[in-house]
Structures are given as structure tokens and as C-alpha cells.
């Protein structure tokens, strides 16, 4: 995966074919993230307006409760969601490769909570998580009367009941990114590894997985990127609570921008949300094209 | 990596990925279907609430027993979901909005795919200086919450003459799909065995013609994967096709929000569901149909050959 | 036809021959659901009727949703003939930016002054003396909406006021019931909130507080009965599992919830179960304490355009939305009360007839819409949902932190 042919004339046609790509990263998302940092020290309300103050949206910011405990769930959401989803995606699409018979009725069925709109989808997650007419009924209904079932209802557990709705959502696609990953894969790579006799899950994890890094990668920033503007599934199940107990980064900003029609606030935040994805993938990508694979 | 694909293994044998064993009942199979059946179930189930609540009357869902199935099966939510529903004045149903969603679908996933592949093919392939720096901003832009770009794009359109344009609308889902998509085909790309690619450069070919007879017929399955990200996003789209085009253009997503989000009004469940259903169909479909194009062993006869 | 001559008058009492002309006007509103979507269709058969055309643009979703949406087309240049806002402070900069046009014309040649049900409505619309919407309804929040049955079931009287309902509680609670319904969303909690401020502190409180914001009183002893009411409320909705206001609705509706808190919109829920007003369920507008309203609502406002044909158009389309015959018909289909006051309202029923009487005494306040910006609202929102869903927030941190944002409010 070393360097292909040098650039001189004839990687003309590659220049010509990022021009797209170019223009996009320079113009929408550099230059739109800079007018975003520029008017988030404004006092904009429902225009952007140049009335500078400073620092003061970032002082109210940091001294939001909403906001910490946005970044707090945002982490556990994050982590659990990002942890869950691999493996799960993973496993998923292991067994799917193994030739199995109705593996499109399979595939379509892991999928399908993807291609809905999750106004309504988190609604009947917000009915089945619900304890009076949700599990938690038919469960006490059978006869364990005990038996609680409630997380959108307890503000400690609420973050992981959306966490059950969004791995519903999420994990079909990761399953099939990987199901991609795994036809990539030599078929070659497999007889060898039974011809040395390598048992399945070796082979598995110390050949394939190694193997499908680029995959893994793709499917990270793709669950990433997610976590990071979780919004929809948390506004159709508990619209943040109880109380605040489920608020997220991406809502504070929208809900500022939009709701609280103070869009200098909502750029502070979203600013900040910039910032942190800064830092992580700066490291990131100076390892990924850094180092041995210049030159 | 290189010494297992130019070595293939010399005999082909039955494997955890052989042909199917005969024994339909062995224990592997058990284990293997047994967990998808349990999975799916878990994954149908919230379909199954809302198919049965898409086939009750109101009163019924007045009740609250969201698993009991109908006691009256009614298909008037599918029917007025599909043709009755009002938005406003008109009172057509989601089926009003349904060729402006494929006529706003067709080409920014045509488009999408097409500029994003490319993109992905030159920056594994034909890497040029500062490609990567771009590729960066480019990533980052993927964690961009799309509202806060909302205002931004407005003025750019705007000043760009394609504010309100089906073409502005077909431009923003490219703009906005290009960040993981050429991930996507980057990192697929670049796993592409090197030997295939320096061998067609001995054989003359250059920058498209690689990309046509190489790599685009040995990545079908990152191409699917690449449609049903572009078809679901585009599809169920609401925010940019509202904000960018008028309202001749608008998407089927606009009559579904009108259906299932009103504020301060009665909420029709049942109508609710079966316009969800409804909606998500057209990517269901393809979801369904794009398997057959999940293949493999193509990679591994280029190898050979 | 009547309609017809009205119009034609109308325009030519303000010297614009519009109506020659058929302009298609496009009209972006929120208003989707079935009642609500029945009542657009009056004022466009009413505008339709003067040669026009009603070209409707109706996006569910007040807030996150249809706004920037609105706000988008009107900045980028490609501004919609007349938008919904809920009347108050929210357009107020798109009408600085000057990117809205004044209407004062048609309604002075009208006389809408006379005619309306509230003089703040217009208030609210007026700008350096410049009036730049029409209000076309009025909502009120302070109604306590009770469930016969659930009082029948536990064999206690409804009651007559707030005090009645907090005693009953208990009553309700033993019979399995829960007292209170109250969604789990913010703008049910601050709603309801308000709501106890008007209705057990009276009209002087909640103008000290909301209008003018002083944080003296927001954090003084003239409040904290409000808190503590404030405090029975959440603990009687304590076991309201439900998120949608309409959800909650049901609980009272089916006689699970002994009462809920909520605007006049929940009619439109007991109608579409076919509950009787009176005999199925009873509502107590001012909580049965303090009989004031206040008077909240939808305007329509009017983006400046450049083509001179349909700002005329809009014009008389400002009229339509004022008449006394589109006011009828489209308030009877949203079951709001009209802006104006003079107009028979026979179908009303025993609840809109003692909001009525409200109105016609002139017990009104402004919302809280047309008072405190929305970034402070969503503030009150905050902190008000966090009261009710965390029982380890005392009346008093609370108090003490409505009375910052009173004191930050603008």
C-alpha cells in the first residue's frame, strides 16, 4: 500500500477528479465551519448579526447544567453505543458469511430500523420501554409482578434505554459495512488458514479482523460521526428527560439555534462539539498518513 | 498479506465458509440460525408493534394493550396515510410527494456515489500532494451537526443562484454525503490487492480506465453498501429538501412530518405507523434487492487471472 | 358573494385595486393535524373567494422544525407570501432586519381596533407603531381539564379549584388512580407552571414576574406559595408515565389521571373521544381560582416581497384573515377562540363558553410568548422540568433559580 505513481502529468486526471472534493472541504466545510466560529462570539439571536461580546456565550455555556450533563451522557452513550455496535455489527455479519440460506430476508430484517423515520420508530420504542403498557406489562402480566422494566422512566438508567433503541437503529448498517469487509476478503485466505488448521474464531480474529482494518475504520468514524449528532432518537423518546437526564450536545445546539432562537449559543456549543472532533482526529489522521506511507 | 493472496491454498476443502453442509440439522446450523432467528426477533418486534397499531381503529389504541393484535383489522390508516392524509389544503396523502422523492433520490445518489468514489479511487490510489489535508477537513466535516450548516449553505446557494433549485438540493446531498462516502471508498480501495493495480498499469491503462474495468467491477459490495447509505439518508431526507427547494419539489418526508408531527392536534397513530411503513418501503426494496450484489470471489479471480 | 363585496370594499378603502389581479400566494403555516388542517381550509376558501389563490405550504412541528425552515426561505431570498409565528417576540428581528412588511394600512381602514377580543394581541404585533401581523386566534393555557369518571370511581366530588384537586390526591392514589397527567416534556412543565402563577398568584404576580421581570418578587415571599403548589403538582404527576401532552390527555379521558393541566387545545382530544363537557369531564379555566386568561395565539406575518401585484394581494389577504366570516368559520374548525369580539359564537360549548366569558370581562393577561424571549423560555423550560422530574430539588434552589433567569431575561 506504498505510494502509487509520482505526481507529475499524468495524475492529472486525479486532480481533476477531487476537484469536487476540494471544493467541498475548502468552501462548505472549512469556510462554514469558520462562520460558525466567527458568529459564536456574537449575541445572534434568530439572525446571525455581527454584535460582538467576546467570550460570553462560551462563560454562559460552561456554566449551563444542561450542557455538562449533555457531554456527560454524551460520553456513555458514546463508548457503550461505539463498543456494542462493533461487536455486535461484527458477529452479526460473521454469521450472516457463512453461507446461510435467506440470508436477504436476514440482512433486510437487520436493516430495516435504518430505513425508518425515527420520529415514529422512537415512539413505539418510547411505548415498549413504557412500564404501563409496554414489557415491563406483558411481563408482570404473565405472572412476575416484580419484574421492573422502565429505563426512560429513571433518569439513571433513561441514557441506556435510548442506548437499546439505537443499537436497534444502528447495528444493520454496521453489519453490513462489515459483510462488505468480509467478501473483500480472499477466499484464498480462508483455505490456507484451514489447511494449517486454524480453528474458525482464530482465524477470525487474528487474520480476517487484522485484514479488514480500512473496514473497521470506515465503520468507526461512520458510528462516530452518529454519536456525535445524536438528536432524532433522543427527541422521539424522552425529548431529554426525565428532567435533563438524557440532553445531548447535538440537541443543546438545535435547541439553542432553534428553539431559544440564540444562535450565538448554539454556535458556542457547536464550536465546542468542533473543537473536541478536532482533537481527536488531528492524532488520528497523522497516523493514518503520516509516517511510512509518504513518500 | 501479499504472500496469502499469491499463494492460494492448493486444495479446496469444506470450511466455516465451504459450501453448505447437507446435514440441515447439524449443530453448527442450530447455533448459527438459532442466534439470527433470536436476533431478528428482537429486531421485529417493534415492526410488529407497528404493523398491528398501523391495522387498528383509534378507539383500540385508546387501550393501551400495544402487542394485542386487532381485534378489527382496518386498512383505512394505509389508506389515508397513502392518498388522504391532509397537509393543509391538500389532502393527496404521502402518494403527493412520492416522484418528488424519487426525482430528488435518483440523482443525489447517482451523483453522491459517483463523485465520492472517485474522490475515495484518486486518494488510494493516486494520491497527489495535499490530498490528505483535504481528506481531513473533509472527514471532520462528517461530525458536523447538519443543522449548524443550515444558515451557511442558505447564503452560499444563494449567492451561487441555486437557492430553491431541485439542481442547489441535488448539490447539498452531494456536499453533505461526500465526507463518509469517500471514506468508504478510500479505505475499500486501498485494500484492493497492489498487484492487480500496478499490473494494469503495465498493461497501459491510466486513471479511468483502471477505475472502470478494476476497481468498480471488484468493489460491488462497498458500492451497495455506499447505496443504502445514500438511498436511506436522501430518501428519508426532511430537513434539506424542505429548506432548499419550494414547495413543488418538496419530498415525501415533508407529508410524512405533517402526518406524524403535528403539535397541538389529534394524534392518529395508526396513521402514524402506516405512513412510516409506508416511507420506508422504497429503501426496504432496495435493501431487499441490492443483496444479490453482495458477492465475493471476484477479487480472487482477478488475482489469478 | 357577501365575502366578495367585503373584500372589494376592503381594498378599495385602502386604494389598491388588487383584487384585479389573481395572485397565488403561498402560505406556510404549522398547522397539520385533522382540526387544524380543516380550519386552514376556511381562511383559503375565504382568501380563494376574492380571485386569489391559496397556495398552502403547511410544515408540522412549531419549533426545531418548521422555523428554520421559514426562517431559511426568508433570508435566502426566497421568502414565502405570508408565514405562521406564534404572536409575540418571536419575528421580531426578522421584522428589524427589515424583512417584513407593515400591514397598518388595512388595519386602520378596518378599524381592527375596535374589533379585537384583546387589545395586546395587536400590541404584539406592532413595531415602532407599524403593525406587522394578524393575529388570527386565541389560545389560553390556564385550564385544569378533570375526569368524572376517575372522581365517580374513587367516590369523591370534582373539584371546584386547585386546593379541592390537591386534596383529592390521596383519594385518587388509593383508588389506583394517578391525580395529575402532565407530559414529560418541558413546555408542559413550564406551561403548567405559568399556569399556577396567574391562576393561584392573580394577574399583578404574573405581570411582575413575566412582564417585568423583576427578580425581587420572582425570588420573594409572593411566590413561594407558588412553589409550593408547584411542589404538590409534581409529586401528584408523579406516576404520569407518559411523554406526549395528548397521551396525558388520555390518561383523563379514560379515567386513569384525575385531572391535567393544559391549554384549550386538549378539547379537541375529549371531542374526538366523544366526551360531553359537563357530564363526561369538567374543565376549570384559571385552575376554578383566579378567572384570568391569558390570550396566546398564531399570527401570520408578511414577508417584504419585490413583486408589487403581491404585496397588494397580501394585503387583502390581511383582510380575509380578520373577517368576521373567516374568523367563524376557521376557529369553530380549531376549536380557538376568534380574535375579535364581535361575533356570535352559537355552537360553543359549556368549556368555550366560560373561556367567553372570561374574554368578554377582560380578564386577560398577555402570554408569556409575547413577554419573555424565547431563549429565556427555554431556560424557565430547563429548570422547570428538572423540578418536576427530581424530587432532590427543594421549592427554594428552585425559586432561587427562576429568579436568575428572571433577572438575566431580556
Known amino acids: 500500500m506504498s505510494t502509487r505513481p509520482s505526481r507529475l502529468f499524468h495524475n492529472m486526471n486525479a486532480k481533476i477528479a477531487s476537484v469536487p472534493m476540494v471544493l467541498t472541504a475548502m468552501v462548505v466545510f472549512l469556510g462554514g465551519s469558520i462562520w460558525t466560529v466567527v458568529y459564536s462570539f456574537t449575541d445572534s439571536k434568530l439572525l446571525p448579526r455581527e454584535k460582538w461580546v467576546g467570550l460570553d456565550q462560551y462563560e454562559r455555556l460552561w456554566g449551563t447544567n444542561r450542557w455538562l450533563v449533555s457531554i456527560e451522557n454524551l460520553a456513555i452513550y458514546g463508548v457503550l453505543s461505539l463498543i456494542f455496535s462493533l461487536v455486535i455489527g461484527f ?61 426512560l422512566y429513571d433518569a439513571d438508567l433513561a441514557i441506556y434505554g435510548i442506548l437499546f433503541a439505537g443499537l436497534w437503529q444502528g447495528t444493520g448498517l454496521v453489519m453490513c459495512l462489515m459483510l462488505a469487509g468480509l467478501r473483500g476478503i480472499d477466499e484464498d485466505i480462508w483455505k490456507a488458514a484451514r489447511v494449517d488448521g486454524i480453528p474458525a474464531w482464530k482465524t477470525y480474529l487474528f487474520i480476517v479482523i487484522p485484514m479488514m482494518r480500512p473496514v473497521f475504520i470506515t465503520t468507526l468514524v461512520i458510528i462516530t460521526a452518529g454519536i456525535v449528532k445524536l438528536y432524532d432518537l433522543v427527541v422521539a423518546q424522552t425529548g431529554g428527560g426525565p428532567g435533563i437526564a438524557t440532553e445531548v450536545p447535538a440537541k443543546y445546539v438545535y435547541d439553542m439555534m432553534f428553539q431559544a432562537q440564540n444562535l450565538g449559543q448554539g454556535f458556542a456549543a457547536s464550536t465546542m462539539m468542533l473543537v473536541s472532533v478536532i482533537i481527536i482526529l488531528i492524532p488520528w489522521a497523522y497516523l493514518e498518513f503520516g509516517g511510512k506511507r509518504r513518500g | 498479506m501479499a504472500d496469502v493472496t499469491t499463494n492460494p491454498a492448493p486444495r479446496i476443502i469444506d470450511g466455516p465458509r465451504g459450501r453448505k453442509p447437507t446435514r440441515a440439522l447439524s449443530g453448527r446450523n442450530i447455533m448459527i440460525y438459532g442466534t439470527l432467528i433470536v436476533v431478528a426477533l428482537y429486531y421485529l418486534l417493534p415492526l410488529y408493534v407497528m404493523v398491528v397499531t398501523s391495522l387498528k381503529g383509534m378507539p383500540e389504541i385508546r387501550m393501551g394493550n400495544i402487542f394485542a393484535p386487532p381485534v378489527e383489522i382496518t386498512f383505512q390508516p394505509w389508506v389515508k396515510a397513502w392518498a388522504e392524509a391532509c397537509t393543509g389544503l391538500n389532502c393527496d ?66 449567492e451561487a443562484g441555486l437557492y430553491g433549485s431541485l439542481t442547489g438540493l441535488i448539490i447539498v446531498h452531494t456536499i453533505f454525503g461526500m465526507p463518509i462516502l469517500t ?80 403539535v397541538q392536534g389529534v394524534k392518529e397513530y395508526n396513521v402514524n405507523m402506516a405512513a412510516t411503513l409506508l416511507t420506508g418501503l422504497v429503501p426496504l426494496i432496495i435493501y431487499f434487492i441490492s443483496g444479490k450484489l453482495f458477492v465475493r470471489g471476484i477479487a480472487a479471480g482477478a488475482v489469478k487471472g | 358573494m357577501k365575502m366578495m363585496r367585503m373584500m372589494l370594499a376592503a381594498s378599495t378603502a385602502i386604494g389598491i385595486a388588487g383584487g384585479a389581479w389573481a395572485e397565488d400566494l403561498e402560505i406556510t403555516h404549522w398547522w397539520t393535524s385533522g382540526g387544524e388542517a380543516a380550519a386552514v381550509a376556511e381562511f383559503a376558501k375565504a382568501f380563494d373567494a376574492t380571485g386569489n389563490k391559496w397556495v398552502d405550504g403547511a410544515i408540522a412541528g412549531s419549533g426545531n422544525t418548521a422555523r428554520p425552515i421559514m426562517i431559511s426561505r426568508i433570508t435566502g431570498g426566497d421568502p414565502m407570501a405570508a408565514t405562521q409565528f406564534n404572536h409575540g417576540r418571536q419575528a421580531e428581528e426578522l421584522v428589524e432586519a427589515g424583512l417584513m412588511r407593515p400591514i397598518t394600512e388595512v388595519a386602520e381602514a378596518e378599524g381592527w381596533a375596535n374589533a379585537i377580543a384583546a ?122 408515565n407518559v411523554q406526549e401532552w395528548n397521551q396525558a390527555t388520555n390518561l383523563v379521558i379514560t379515567g386513569q389521571a384525575g385531572g391535567q393541566i393544559m391549554g384549550d387545545w386538549a378539547q379537541g382530544e375529549f371531542q374526538m373521544a366523544n366526551q360531553v363537557a359537563g357530564t363526561d369531564y369538567t374543565c376549570l379555566p384559571g385552575l376554578g381560582d383566579q378567572p384570568y386568561l391569558s390570550t396566546a395565539g398564531d399570527a401570520i406575518y408578511f414577508p417584504l416581497l419585490s413583486d408589487d401585484a403581491k404585496s397588494a394581494a397580501q394585503l387583502e389577504l390581511a383582510s380575509v384573515l380578520f373577517s368576521s366570516e373567516a374568523q367563524l ?51 424557565i423550560q430547563d429548570l422547570m422540568i428538572q423540578f418536576v422530574s427530581d424530587m432532590n430539588m427543594t421549592p427554594e434552589d428552585a425559586q432561587a433559580r427562576f429568579a436568575e433567569i428572571i433577572a438575566d431575561a431580556d
Open chain 3, 119 to 240: 387589545p395586546g394581541l395587536l400590541e404584539s404585533c406592532t413595531l415602532d407603531d407599524e403593525l406587522y401581523c394578524v393575529p388570527v386566534n386565541i389560545h389560553s393555557w390556564q385550564w385544569l381539564w378533570l375526569s368524572n369518571k376517575a372522581y365517580e370511581e374513587a367516590g369523591i366530588p370534582v373539584p371546584k379549584n386547585w386546593a379541592e384537586f390537591v386534596a383529592s390526591g390521596p383519594k385518587l392514589q388509593e383508588a389506583g388512580k394517578v391525580p395529575l397527567a402532565m407530559g414529560k416534556q418541558p413546555w408542559q412543565a413550564a406551561g403548567a407552571f405559568k399556569v399556577l402563577v396567574l391562576s393561584l398568584g392573580g394577574p399583578e404576580l404574573y405581570t411582575k414576574v413575566y412582564d417585568e421581570k423583576d427578580s425581587e418578587v420572582a425570588a420573594g415571599a409572593d411566590m413561594i406559595p407558588i412553589w409550593q403548589a408547584a411542589d404538590e403538582m409534581r409529586k401528584l404527576a408523579a406516576g404520569s
Open chain 2, 93 to 158: 396523502g404521502l402518494s403527493r410527494g412520492f416522484w418528488n422523492s424519487v426525482q430528488i433520490t435518483v440523482p443525489s445518489v447517482f451523483l453522491s456515489i459517483a463523485i465520492a468514489s472517485l474522490n475515495g479511487y484518486a486518494l488510494a490510489n493516486w494520491r497527489f500532494k495535499g490530498a490528505n489535508i483535504f481528506f481531513t477537513i473533509l472527514i471532520i466535516g462528517a461530525f458536523i451537526p447538519y443543522q449548524v450548516m443550515l444558515y451557511p449553505i442558505v447564503i452560499l446557494l444563494r
Open chain 2, 183 to 262: 471514506l468508504l471508498f478510500r479505505n475499500y480501495f486501498s485494500s484492493v490487492p497492489e498487484e492487480l493495480f500496478k499490473a494494469a498499469r503495465v498493461d497501459g491503462a491510466g486513471f479511468w480506465g483502471i477505475y472502470f474495468r478494476i476497481m468498480l467491477p471488484m468493489s460491488l459490495p462497498i458500492f451497495v453498501v455506499a447505496m443504502i447509505l445514500q438511498v436511506t439518508g436522501i430518501w428519508n431526507d426532511f430537513l434539506f429538501g424542505v429548506v432548499y427547494t419550494r414547495p413543488e419539489n418538496y419530498p415525501m418526508t415533508v407529508q410524512l412530518n405533517n402526518i406524524v408531527n403535528s
Open chain 3, 329 to 379: 368559520a376557521f376557529n369553530a374548525k380549531k376549536g380557538s377562540l376568534p380574535v375579535r369580539k364581535d361575533l356570535d359564537l352559537a355552537e360553543a360549548n359549556d368549556c368555550m363558553r366560560q373561556g367567553l366569558d372570561i374574554l368578554a370581562k377582560g380578564n386577560i393577561v398577555a402570554d408569556t410568548d409575547q413577554l419573555i424571549s424565547p431563549d429565556t423560555n427555554t431556560q
Open chain 1, 91 to 151: 458477529v452479526l455479519a460473521a454469521l450472516m458469511d457463512q453461507k446461510i440460506r435467506f440470508e436477504d430476508v436476514f440482512r433486510t430484517i437487520f436493516l430495516y430500523p435504518f430505513a425508518l423515520s425515527f420520529i415514529v420508530t422512537g415512539l413505539v420504542w418510547q411505548w415498549l420501554l413504557n412500564p404501563d403498557f409496554g414489557v415491563q406489562n406483558v411481563i408482570r402480566g404473565i405472572g412476575f409482578e416484580s419484574f421492573t422494566f422502565d429505563p
